[in-house]
């Protein structure tokens, strides 16, 4: 049995954001406007190289009108 240890690493899912992107017809620049983020920072986020923290996942959810963390986000632990 493996046991999961420390925190999970949250990771955007990118099919989901662009397919929401491509639902609302906005850019990646646009949605990073209405996320109050850089646009570096959310392309580091899609490419999964940054793990956004629980105010940047609200203000993603929000910018796309998502409800449920699971339909944008994963959970990732590292296993024992």
């Known amino acids: 049995m493996t046991r999961r240890t420390g925190s999970p690493r949250v990771r955007l899912k990118p099919e989901p954001l662009w397919e929401r992107i491509n639902r609302l017809n906005i850019s990646q620049n646009e949605l990073a406007e209405l996320a109050d983020i850089s646009s570096g920072y959310l392309s580091q986020l899609i490419s999964g190289r940054k793990s956004p923290s629980p105010d940047v996942r609200r203000r993603l ?20």
Do not use: H, K, N, P
């Open 61 to 80: 959810q929000a910018a796309l009108d998502i409800g449920g963390f699971d339909e944008l986000f994963v959970q990732e632990y590292e296993d024992e």
